[in-house]
């Protein structure tokens, strides 16, 4: 049956799918032709369909976009196809064996970097169309997968990866693992397992089964957080459903539910907004999957397959309200008692950098990459660093949604040999760091993002050392403010719920988004469109300069420009 066949199914009185409902629908649960392009080596790219379908798959078919500049001159013609690859990696936990393994694969198959992502996972960029098998086999062999990396299914779950030996981390890091499990695809998996690793064949396809997604999957991506109040480090109100842990008297007895938060946002459609997710209720921990499952039925039954921009869950959350919400939640999803949430505010939000102790004797370690890039540039060697300093103390790796990188389990005689390490590869103690550095992310943007309109990866480093500068001037070094920037207005570092958010418009433009908090709970609001880039630092100035004279105690920046409100904070950033 081909799209347009698909499309012409929906009643009379049902907007028309879209297409990529129908590439679902045709693919025998997630096969299409990926077999056959993949093998296929006269080919340097694979067709719409599987365009579609390869993201299932944990990768993006994308462009070299720095090479476009170079095309029609010196013998290159037409696009410079490559591939990006995204782990499936919950709670962001990778044993040393893995995350060497991780580190030979991106210098043999990928770009020679390690990109953690904004949801503690790992990206190869400049993946060949040719390397890809081995690269998903090299991942596979390690008992790592990228299945469910991207598409319409449960992504990468959430949760704070810091190993402190208490029972609500433990609590939280293993309901994690059992969500993910839980939703992972059946048929998907099957599918997966054929093309990329050569496994028998199903005689059947068609005949396979998706005992909870259906056949045609979700109508859009899924996402899931885990968190605490004392520390909201996975962000859990950009999520589509968030699991916030509760304790009592100590205790850990079961958690807050949120659900429909979501980030992105399309230029000139306002009819796509940032959300923050909404109180549901509260539930035990034998209902955490439970939980979970129904959700992920109700956002499959009620979510939107006609218009992809308003596809997600937080558009049912928004176009029914909460209360419709949970009546249709409770009444026909998740079959438990409907109870009221326990009064827990978020109040932190911690980076877990530096070195932590975690009980027994033993010791992590937090670094901090900037924009979650693993490479080795100038002195700076991180890779070879980080890769030397696993190898040599086999130590367990956790990837954090800030973009950092915890190393855990070494002992408190390891600690002046580790320092002594991060001295010679020329990475540098967290103390050290600028403070806005630390509490900036940035997504990938030009030169692998398809959709980027701008630079981030690369431009936000200068942007915060400008603004390093006008903060240290002004004796406000040592404040916890976030900046993050994103190429286009998709929201991939969670720019609106940071208190400085870049949001790229085209060329070097920014809209600047102003207001947020340092801890995911609340928005930031629109300052100023179309900013060039080396007039942001200066603005800022501004608002810094009053946040400075006028902020009461230790009144957060954020919370600052809420107080005074949108008028004067734009008032001060166009003076
Ligand atoms: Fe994202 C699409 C990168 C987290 C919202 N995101 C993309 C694509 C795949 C571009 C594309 O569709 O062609 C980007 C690949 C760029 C590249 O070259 O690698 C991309 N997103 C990323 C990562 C790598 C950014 C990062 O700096 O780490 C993050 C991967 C996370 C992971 O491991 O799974 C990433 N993306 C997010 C987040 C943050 C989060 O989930 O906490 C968001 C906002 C939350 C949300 O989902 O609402 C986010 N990405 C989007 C959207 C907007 C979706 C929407 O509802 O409108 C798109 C566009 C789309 O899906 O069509 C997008
Ligand atoms: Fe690409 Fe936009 Fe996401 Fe950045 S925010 S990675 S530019 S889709």
Same mark, same amino acid.
């Given at each position: 049956m081909s799209s347009e066949t698909a499309t012409a199914t929906a009643t009379e009185t049902e907007p028309k799918l879209s297409p990529v409902e129908g590439h679902k629908s045709e693919s025998k649960? #997630?096969?299409?032709?990926?077999?056959?392009?993949?093998?296929?080596?006269? #080919?340097? +790219?694979?067709?719409?369909?599987?365009?579609?379908?390869?993201?299932? +798959?944990?990768?993006?078919?994308?462009?070299?976009?720095?090479?476009?500049?170079?095309?029609?001159?010196?013998?290159?013609? =037409?696009?410079?196809?490559? *591939?990006?690859?995204?782990?499936?990696?919950?709670?962001?936990?990778?044993? !040393?064996?893995?995350? $060497?393994?991780?580190?030979?694969?991106? %210098?043999?198959?990928?770009?020679?970097?390690?990109?953690?992502?904004?949801?503690?996972?790992?990206?190869? /960029?400049?993946?060949m169309k040719e390397n890809m098998k081995s690269l998903l086999q090299g991942i596979n062999k390690t008992l790592l997968t990228t299945l469910g990396g991207c598409g319409d299914v449960n992504r990468n779950v959430l949760a704070c990866p810091a190993p402190i030996p208490d029972a609500l981390h433990k609590q939280q890091m293993d309901d994690c693992q059992k969500v993910a499990t839980a939703l992972t695809p059946k048929a998907a998996k099957q599918a997966y397992h054929e093309i990329w690793m050569d496994d028998e064949k199903l005689t059947n396809p068609e005949d396979d089964e998706e005992p909870?997604?259906? !056949?045609?999957?979700?109508?859009?991506? *899924?996402?899931?957080?885990?968190?605490?109040?004392?520390?909201?480090?996975?962000?859990?109100?950009?999520?589509?459903?968030?699991?916030?842990?509760?304790?009592?008297?100590?205790?850990?007895?079961?958690?807050?539910?949120?659900?429909?938060?979501?980030? =992105?946002?399309?230029?000139? &459609?306002?009819?796509?907004?940032?959300?923050?997710?909404?109180?549901?209720? *509260?539930?035990h921990f034998d209902e955490?999957?439970?939980? @979970?499952?129904?959700?992920?039925? $109700?956002?499959?039954? /009620?979510?939107?397959? @006609?218009?992809?921009?308003?596809?997600? #869950?937080?558009?049912? &959350? +928004?176009?029914?309200?909460?209360?419709?919400?949970?009546?249709?939640?409770?009444?026909?999803? *998740?079959? +438990?008692?409907q109870r009221p949430l326990k009064d827990a505010p978020i109040t932190g939000l911690d980076l877990h950098l530096g070195w932590h102790s975690m009980g027994d004797g033993k010791w992590f370690l937090g670094v901090s990459v900037e924009n979650g890039r693993i490479k080795d540039e100038g002195q700076m060697r991180l890779r070879a660093g980080l890769r030397a300093i696993v190898e040599r103390f086999k130590v367990d790796v956790r990837l954090t949604t800030q973009q950092d990188i915890l190393l855990c389990g070494f002992s408190t005689a390891d600690r002046g040999a580790v320092d002594s390490m991060l001295n010679?590869?020329?990475?540098?103690?967290?103390?050290?760091?600028?403070?806005?550095?630390?509490?900036?992310?940035?997504?990938?943007?030009?030169?692998?993002?398809?959709?980027?309109?701008?630079?981030?990866?690369?431009? $936000? !480093?200068?942007?915060?050392? %400008?603004?390093?500068?006008?903060?240290?001037?002004?004796?406000l070094g040592g404040e916890p403010i976030s900046v993050r920037m994103t190429g286009c207005p998709n929201g991939c570092a969670r720019p609106y719920q940071s208190e400085i958010g870049l949001v790229g418009r085209g060329g070097t433009k920014y809209t600047v988004y102003i207001g947020g908090d340092s801890f995911g709970r609340r928005l930031n609001t629109e300052v100023q469109d179309s900013v060039p880039i080396e007039q942001i630092a200066p603005r800022l100035a501004k608002v810094f300069t009053a946040f400075k004279a006028e902020r009461t105690g230790n009144e957060l920046f954020g919370s600052y420009c809420e107080r005074i409100g949108l008028d004067r904070v734009k008032e001060l950033f166009s003076a």
């Open positions: 649960f #997630l096969r299409g032709t990926l077999a056959e392009e993949f093998a296929d080596a006269s #080919l340097d +790219h694979i067709n719409d369909a599987n365009k579609s379908l390869i993201k299932f +798959h944990g990768s993006y078919q994308q462009e070299d976009r720095d090479a476009r500049k170079n095309r029609g001159k010196g013998g290159v013609s =037409g696009k410079a196809y490559m *591939f990006m690859i995204r782990l499936k990696l919950p709670g962001g936990k990778l044993t !040393p064996d893995q995350y $060497l393994k991780m580190d030979e694969l991106c %210098q043999n198959y990928g770009n020679s970097t390690l990109r953690i992502t904004t949801r503690q996972s790992f990206q190869f /960029h400049g993946v909870l997604y259906g !056949p045609t999957y979700l109508p859009r991506k *899924f996402k899931i957080a885990f968190s605490m109040p004392d520390d909201n480090c996975t962000d859990i109100l950009a999520n589509c459903l968030g699991y916030l842990a509760i304790t009592e008297n100590g205790k850990p007895i079961g958690y807050n539910l949120y659900a429909g938060g979501g980030q =992105g946002q399309t230029n000139s &459609m306002a009819t796509t907004y940032p959300l923050l997710a909404q109180p549901i209720g *509260f539930i955490v999957v439970d939980a @979970a499952e129904a959700m992920v039925k $109700l956002f499959r039954d /009620h979510g939107n397959r @006609a218009d992809r921009k308003r596809a997600r #869950l937080k558009y049912v &959350m +928004h176009d029914w309200g909460v209360e419709k919400f949970r009546e249709v939640f409770y009444g026909e999803y *998740f079959n +438990h008692p010679e590869y020329g990475i540098p103690r967290e103390e050290t760091l600028p403070m806005v550095q630390k509490w900036s992310m940035a997504c990938p943007a030009i030169p692998t993002c398809g959709l980027a309109i701008t630079e981030s990866e690369r431009s $936000l !480093p200068s942007v915060v050392r %400008q603004l390093e500068k006008v903060l240290v001037d002004l004796g």
